[in-house]
């Protein structure tokens, strides 16, 4: 044991004078170089920031001098002007042409004094003006006389009865200093003297004084560009009126102006000219100080302002060099002292040092507190803090107000307090962290049936490293108002649409069938009318054209108000489906088609080949297209519209070229901005609400697409819209896919004609008109007045098919829809809604067949109802495999099209099962003829396997 004490002894020993001075000698060295850091940082810092405020103060003194030496060159050039004025005022000639008013004479005794003031002194304006202010003569330009001026220095001269002086703004657009003079004789006033001189020369001659560059700015407001632009080049310089936005630049003893002049000149247009308008910055290697002075005109009136430009390069530049020469003295000065001071007074000094920062960093925290709480405190919204245990650490009042609550809360579980909505958006934010995407938002219940939309965002966050004070913030604003309103303007669009598309669907529907039935039936028995009788004819059938025309352009105001408001509220439902651009090309010329015909315009289309499909609702983008060649057709008075498509970088283009009058580049601006029109609308009357282009703008914006205009007017305009292309590629329909589908559809199906259908609607003339033309169209027709009668002749009389409304007294078109589709005998009878209300998800979900909205196409009703009742009769069911998605896509849509029922989720081993069980009308297509031997042999079990069609395809044979 001793042993082992005496062994731990000298380990100790001999390790004691190593331990008790290298760690004095680290401390030392440590602390000492860390204070001689800080003060030369500070040091560097402040020298710096006694730098840039030094030039900070020089430019305030240049800026104040520019003020100083330029009214005292206007003072001292308008005494020039004043003593040139009372030598005039001597000369008896020049006072007796002047008295008697005879300009020739008068402009003999003046024309070689104003030649010699012009080249001493520069004066450019020399004026004689009679007792009422009228110009007598302008020595200058002698062929201008005889116009009233009412410049307020010459007003002020005759208010006054003495000499007045000021700056103004010339008709060109210059400012001039002008000096007027009453000149009497004895008591009789003969009229005014005017001396003047362009203010150019006053700032060239303060140039040398200030030793910095100036140029002189005027307010466009007071000018007239043409004017202005004139005069300049009258002058003899370049104008460049788009320059600025508020401001022009007449004339500078620079050759070009620094780029940071031009950045904050329209900055500086915003502050008070009290404050300060200054700036120093680098540019081009050169460090540049700028300010800016207001011009003050006779009047006190600002009209414009002197940029002062001042190279301070060099007195940066030795200001640094002695910058660095003082920071390389402290650096040798501090070694010097390193093996001096002691480890005490480092100690002391540093311990100064950091009470005095804790001091004030306590001050400015105090301060920056008290700020922060006026500001919660005043907001509008209410503000919620806790930290990460839910514990309220600050609100502000009118959260307290907003849920009804006072400063108790403070210090408690905000989970305790607060409603349950609230509760679990606390909770969501506490524990959503690493999963939610901040700041999220939702909407609460406030206390009075009120509703407040609430934000929340963490404090804090995990990767700060503060993980122990993290806490959420959140904000409410009630929102109760703003959902009343939304909902009261949501229910009068559709009560106003209702009382608007209800009639309007008479009218147009018995328009139509009027003129249908006066040209296939009372204009064949007139036979051979007499010119009366003809002309009466032609203009019934004329006047019923416009009848047809007009309800069709409401119909079409009334949707594009209605899409606008569904779009901005998000209530629009959007489809997604596989389309062809050349189909939705086809489709968009057909449907603008009757548009062509009566101006006598041709369509021309421009689609290649094998461009790939697009993904997304067909409708909303073939509305767009329709769209564009209405717009185009009514801009258009002769020639052609291209509609076409290609691939560009940023996908699919479809464009709109026209060779019509054109767009402004400034009514291009506004034209995607909702009720705007190109053209005046007192003068042009264009037609329309103005909001088509909007409403394509948030349709190709939905799908993450553009719509751009390109037009030169005189010349046409091209409207393009870019569509991205889906996921990879969707390759064209196989061979194979063209040969079945012609297999299976050599020729169309028979007539549907002689079938019922049952026409349900609250309005009878709705019913009346409907009757009146599918009867036409071969069906017979049966009608009921509600939804009640509709369901009682479904069950006791099945129709064929039925056509029925959403918005009817006692239960609504989707109600009965439900009950029809929930009973056995009812439940496979062909849907169709015709309404104003558009819910085709809704529809869809109850199983409507076909969805269509009021005014009624009659040709795309009887087209939808062919459609199904072929479909009714037809029960084919086949089961599609293959390895091509896009032959798949394809065929599919040519069998649905046909009738034909798929199954969409079966594989290759199901289909067979399938065919098995099934048999009749199946058929098999599968991509690989491994497969097909396989498929072949498991088809043998199949009984009547006659039934069954089976095609294979391996890449384009068949």
Not at 309 to 332: F, G, I, Y
Not at 400 to 420: P, S, T, V, Y
Not at 807 to 824: C, H, K, N, Q, T
């Amino acid at each position: 044991m001793p042993t082992n004490e005496n062994s731990k002894l000298s380990k100790v020993q001999a390790t004691a004078p190593l331990s008790a001075d290298y760690p004095f000698k680290r401390n030392i060295l440590s602390l000492f170089a860390s204070v001689l850091v800080v003060l030369l940082v500070t040091f560097t810092l402040s020298a710096y920031w006694f730098e840039q405020h030094n030039f900070a103060d020089a430019l305030t003194r240049l800026r104040q001098a520019v003020g100083v030496n330029y009214k005292t060159a206007v003072d001292r050039e308008a005494d020039m002007l004043s003593a040139t004025l009372d030598t005039i005022q001597h000369n008896d000639r020049i006072k007796h042409a002047f008295a008697s008013g005879q300009r020739e004479a008068l402009l003999m005794e003046t024309q070689s004094l104003f030649d010699t003031l012009k080249h001493n002194h520069n004066i450019t304006h020399f004026y004689f003006i009679s007792a009422d202010r009228v110009n007598l003569l302008r020595v200058h330009q002698p062929k201008r006389y005889g116009d009233l001026i009412n410049r307020h220095t010459l007003l002020t001269a005759q208010r006054e009865h003495k000499l007045a002086y000021g700056v103004e703004i010339g008709p060109i657009g210059t400012l001039t200093l002008r000096a007027v003079t009453p000149w009497f004789d004895g008591e009789r006033l003969l009229g005014y003297i005017e001396l003047g001189k362009e203010i150019e020369n006053i700032v060239t001659d303060i140039k040398p004084v200030l030793h910095a560059d100036i140029s002189v700015l005027l307010d466009k407001s007071l000018l007239k560009r043409k004017d202005w632009e004139e005069g300049m080049r009258m002058l003899g310089r370049e104008p460049d009126w788009e320059q600025f936005p508020r401001d022009v630049l007449i004339m500078s003893t620079m050759e070009r102006l620094p780029d940071i002049a031009v950045t904050h000149i329209p900055v500086w247009r915003d502050i008070a000219s009290d404050q300060a308008q200054q700036e120093i910055a680098n540019e081009n290697g050169r460090r540049l100080g700028v300010t800016i002075t207001p011009i003050m005109d006779a009047a006190s009136k600002r009209v414009g302002a002197l940029l002062v430009t001042e190279d301070v390069t060099d007195s940066s530049q030795l200001m640094r060099r002695n910058l660095l020469l003082v920071v390389s003295a402290c650096l040798l000065f501090g070694s010097i002292l390193f093996g001096f001071f002691r480890a005490i007074l480092v100690r002391v000094e540093k311990r100064l040092l950091e009470a005095e920062s804790v001091r004030q960093n306590a001050l400015q925290y105090q301060h920056t507190m008290h700020h922060l709480a006026s500001v919660v405190n005043c907001m509008g919204d209410g503000l919620l803090v806790i930290d990460r245990h839910g514990t309220i650490t600050h609100v502000n009042r009118s959260f307290l107000d907003m849920f009804d609550l006072d400063d108790a809360i403070m210090g408690h579980d905000c989970r305790e307090l607060l409603g349950e909505d609230l509760v679990a958006l606390v909770g969501r934010t506490l524990q959503g962290a690493n999963v939610e995407r901040f700041p999220i938002s939702d909407q609460i219940s406030l206390p009075g049936k009120r509703t407040a939309n609430a934000t929340a965002s963490l404090l804090d966050s995990a990767e700060s490293g503060h993980q122990s004070e993290q806490g959420a913030v959140f904000t409410f604003r009630d929102i109760t108002q703003e959902l009343e309103i939304s909902r009261m303007k949501t229910d009068f669009i559709a009560n106003v649409s209702h009382e608007l598309r209800t009639p309007l669907t008479s009218v147009l529907g018995f328009a139509k069938l009027i003129r249908k039935q006066f040209s296939q039936n009372i204009l064949p028995a007139l036979g051979e009318p007499d010119d009366k009788t003809a002309k009466a004819a032609a203009r019934i059938d004329s006047n019923l054209d416009i009848i047809i025309l007009e309800g069709e352009r409401l119909s079409n105001l009334i949707n594009d108000v209605l899409d606008l408001t569904k779009i901005e509220a998000g209530k629009v439902e959007w489809r997604s489906e596989s389309i062809t651009v050349a189909d939705l090309i086809q489709r968009a010329a057909a449907a603008a088609s009757s548009l062509f015909e009566q101006k006598g315009l041709r369509l021309l289309t421009e689609i290649p080949d094998n461009l790939p499909k697009l993904v997304g609702d067909a409708d909303r983008r073939l509305q767009v297209i329709i769209n564009l060649l209405s717009n185009a057709v009514k801009f258009t008075a002769q020639g052609e519209v291209i509609c076409g498509a290609r691939l560009v970088d940023q996908g699919l283009a479809i464009y709109v070229q026209d060779s019509g009058i054109g767009i402004s580049q400034a009514d291009q601006l506004q034209l995607f901005e909702r009720f705007r029109q190109v053209g005046d609308t007192l003068t042009d009357k264009p037609k329309g609400t103005g909001l088509g282009l909007a409403i394509c703008k948030q349709i190709a914006k939905h799908h993450g697409g553009t719509i751009t205009i390109d037009s030169t007017p005189g010349v046409g305009s091209t409207f393009t819209l870019i569509l991205p292309l889906p996921e990879g590629s969707v390759k064209p329909a196989h061979e194979g896919v063209v040969r079945l589908r012609d297999y299976f559809f050599p020729e169309e199906q028979g007539s549907t004609s002689g079938y019922t259908v049952l026409v349900v609607d609250d309005e009878a003339n709705i019913r009346d008109l409907l009757r009146q033309e599918l009867e036409e169209a071969g069906y017979r027709v049966r009608e009921a007045v509600d939804g009640y009668d509709a369901i009682r002749q479904a069950r006791t009389a099945p129709p064929d098919l039925i056509v029925l409304d959403v918005m009817m007294p006692g239960i609504s078109g989707f109600d009965v829809v439900s009950v029809l589709r929930g009973a056995p005998e009812t439940s496979s009878i062909p849907l169709i809604i015709l309404s104003i209300i558009e819910d085709r998800q809704r529809g869809k979900q109850l199983g409507v067949d076909r969805y269509l909205t009021k005014p009624v196409r009659i040709d795309e009703l009887i087209g939808s109802i062919d459609s199904l009742l072929k479909q009714r009769e037809t029960h084919k069911r086949l089961i599609v495999v293959d390895n091509d998605e896009s032959s798949i896509s394809s065929l599919r849509d040519v069998l649905l099209a046909r009738g034909y029922v798929i199954d969409p989720s079966a594989d290759r081993v199901t289909s067979v099962e399938q065919a098995r069980a099934e048999g009749t009308h199946t058929a098999i297509v599968t991509g690989q003829r491994s497969l097909s031997g396989n498929v072949v042999s498991s088809l043998q079990m199949v009984r009547g396997q006659e039934r069954v069609l089976l095609l294979i395809t391996e890449g384009t044979k068949t």
